[in-house]
């Protein structure tokens, strides 16, 4: 699908997985609205909330609509993605791709699953 991230080499076994994937200079969605370079470390990309910038209303369409596309694509082939966020969303170009489908394939909790167990109806 054109907006999900290519992997150069994937591999696992009883006990761990190793995915490759290039590396992006635009770095993702989340260094985008934080103005940080994807090279540097964690805590001066992020822990600085007064560079954080909103995107323009063209470029919320853009990638809106290009996010909404790849998770019908993933629903409609009965693919569960439960890890989207502003990290999970690399750039390249005027595209952007989703990362991290690979989570649900190794068991690992949805990145939302400490906010929807707060409430006693949701299983």
């Known amino acids: 699908h054109p907006y ?12 761990s997985a190793l995915v ?15 103005k940080a370079k994807p090279k540097d470390p964690f805590l001066k990309k992020y822990c ?3 560079k954080i910038q909103g995107l323009e209303l063209q470029q919320i369409k853009t990638y809106g609509k290009q996010i909404l596309e790849v998770l019908k694509f993933l629903h409609e082939k009965g693919f569960p993605y439960g890890h989207l ?3 999970n969303v690399m750039l390249d170009g005027d595209t952007c791709k989703l990362l991290d489908l690979e989570n649900s394939l190794l068991g690992l909790p949805s990145f939302y699953r400490s906010y929807f167990s707060q409430f006693r109806k949701i299983n």
């Open 48 to 50: 600085n909330p007064k």
């Open 85 to 87: 966020h502003s990290a």
């Open 20 to 34: 490759i994937r290039p590396f992006s200079e635009k770095g993702t969605l989340k260094d985008l609205i934080y």
């Open 4 to 15: 999900i991230y290519k992997i150069t080499f994937a591999t696992a076994n009883e006990s």
